[in-house]
């Protein structure tokens, strides 16, 4: 099948959904397909799409050269048309989380699948307009509805968007890491480590405050920018704490696998970059299921959306999650409890195993 995915984001970068969206046209391309990546001409790494993301199943990528940064205002329905045409022309389907793109398709009668990954309201209102007025998501020409997650589902289903049916399939985020499952070892000193962008809202102030006030334990965060970690190690002079820019994929799972904790400490609103919509109530992280890969104990906050994927036997939860001593406790207790952690880490580990990225395409194939 000729299939085109058509994305808004830089590529390659550091965010995550660059990342899925790379990771789902190579495993569409590795079962056969013909995969075209639309994308703006706005990477923000200079290593190639296929270095930075470990590409083992090549697709090709079409880059909008007039769009050399994330199309917004009236660049968005600009970029949307452009790429949609591009699409049209060289594939039987269309993949996107473009809602406008979507519009176009079901215009033109052009075959589709959107992906929702977060709420409509922070759509412009042009977009919401159309999708209230002609209810495009019961359109004959979208055959699929993928939401990353149960909740971002019923959303849609409790505004009218769309009609419960067999088209909106729940399929969670996934990971490409595939490792071996070793248990962890009883030593003096935790390794705890985060993986992923430097924002507020994903905890990196409560990591911070952990390696501050716990100095029996060492902590490590890898991501963001150059420039963020460099303002991070003038203002945080720790022994105990270990700043790295953004790796790509191919280190950044040797470093997970070196961790004895991994961290997620989300605060009660969790933002994108470049938005300032709330992804509390919907998200499916990627970090959460790379993590689950490691079989290493993972503590995290404790947000309901998450516990549609992991519950108390893969994970331990932090209730009052904005206290860095509720973390402190969770991790005096836990410390030499090797027992717990290796069971949690263990089952975290074999339930990883569905939601391989390479399963998840063929849901999109069925």
């Known amino acids: ?101 979507i519009f176009l398709c079901s215009l033109f009668k052009k075959k589709c699948v959107i992906e929702l990954h977060g709420d409509i309201s922070n759509e412009s209102r ?27 589902k019923m959303k849609y289903i409790s505004d ?85 820019p953004h790796q790509n994929i191919k280190k950044i799972k040797y470093r997970m696998k070196e961790m004895d904790i991994l961290l997620m400490p989300y605060s009660n609103k969790v933002t994108v970059s470049g938005n300032v919509s709330d992804t509390t109530k919907y998200m499916s992280p990627l970090k959460l299921f790379d993590y689950m890969s490691t079989g290493r104990l993972i503590l995290s906050s404790k947000l309901e959306v998450l516990k549609e994927v992991v519950d108390n036997k893969h994970c331990i939860f932090i209730k009052n999650y904005l206290n860095p001593l509720s973390w402190l406790l969770e991790i005096n207790k836990i410390k030499n409890n090797i027992l717990k952690r290796n069971i949690i880490g263990k089952n975290s580990h074999l339930k990883s195993k569905n939601y391989f990225h390479d399963n998840r395409v063929l849901k999109y194939l069925e």
């Not at 949307?80 to 989380?97: H, N, P, V």
């Not at 007025?133 to 699929?144: D, G, P």
Request: aromatic residues 12%.
């Open 126 to 152: 042009i977009v919401k307009l159309i999708f209230a007025t002609f209810k495009i998501l019961n359109s004959k020409s979208i055959s699929k509805i993928i939401c990353i997650s149960k909740s971002i």
């Open 160 to 244: 009218s968007y769309a009609k419960d049916s067999k088209k909106m399939i729940v399929l969670p985020s996934g990971s490409s890491l595939k490792m071996s499952y070793k248990n962890s070892l009883n030593i003096k000193r935790l390794k705890l480590g985060y993986f992923g962008t430097i924002n507020p809202s994903r905890g990196i102030n409560i990591i911070l405050k952990l390696a501050q006030i716990d100095r029996k334990n060492n902590y490590y965060i890898f991501g963001g920018s150059k420039n963020q970690i460099i303002e991070l190690k003038k203002k945080y002079r720790l022994k105990n704490l270990y700043l790295s």
């Open 1 to 101: 099948m000729k299939i085109s995915y058509i994305s808004n984001s830089s590529c390659p970068s550091e965010l995550p959904s660059s990342l899925q969206i790379v990771k789902t046209c190579e495993y569409l391309s590795k079962h056969g397909n013909k995969v075209h990546l639309i994308i703006p001409n706005s990477a923000v790494v200079k290593l190639s799409v296929e270095e930075f993301y470990d590409i083992k199943f090549k697709f090709d990528i079409i880059r909008l050269l007039r769009f050399k940064k994330f199309p917004i205002g009236i660049n968005y329905y600009l970029y949307s048309f452009q790429s949609f045409l591009k699409a049209k022309k060289i594939s039987e389907i269309i993949i996107t989380r473009n809602y406008f793109v």
